[in-house]
């Protein structure tokens, strides 16, 4: 009898230590899909605005949150809030390096002036659209009923 009961708890702590041990390596694939999203859209940011004007946006925001956080990567901080890690280490580091933010910003410029056409055009076909409903791109606008 003895032997049946061990077999039984025996059992049931390999299914806990299943459950748990997927648990933990679903954290880790998750842990490294975000790193993994973080680094590639640091290093496409950094390099498809010449194409995409669009992506200047995204530095806008980017720029707006350093600002407003001090300087302080925000996801880099929820990444250490969650994971205890960030994409540069186990410490608590997620203060933007001076030179990124520089270089950051300077293509934001240099975007803003390439592209200055394309967000001009953009804005106009946003009003017209808004003021004309006749227009080609008036699903930009609200319709009137």
């Not at 806008?60 to 901080?77: D, G």
Request: a positive charge; charged letters at 20%; glycine letters at 2%.
């Amino acid at each position: 009898m003895f032997k049946k009961t061990s077999r039984k708890l025996f059992k049931k702590k390999i299914d806990i230590n299943k459950s748990y041990y997927s648990l933990l390596m679903f954290k880790k694939i998750l842990k490294y899909s975000i790193f993994f999203i973080h680094v590639t859209g640091i290093l496409l940011s950094n390099i498809l605005w010449i194409k995409f004007p669009e992506i200047l946006i995204l530095h806008f925001i980017t720029l707006l949150s350093w600002y407003f956080f001090e300087n302080q990567c925000i996801l880099t901080y929820f990444e250490f809030k969650f994971f205890n890690e960030t994409i540069m280490g186990k410490k608590r580091k997620f203060r933007v390096p001076f030179i990124a933010r520089i270089l950051f910003l300077i293509e934001f410029l240099i975007g803003l002036l390439i592209h200055f056409n394309f967000f001009l055009n953009y804005i106009y076909t946003y009003i017209n659209a808004y003021n004309n409903h006749n227009s080609y791109s008036s699903y930009l606008a609200p319709r009137s009923k």
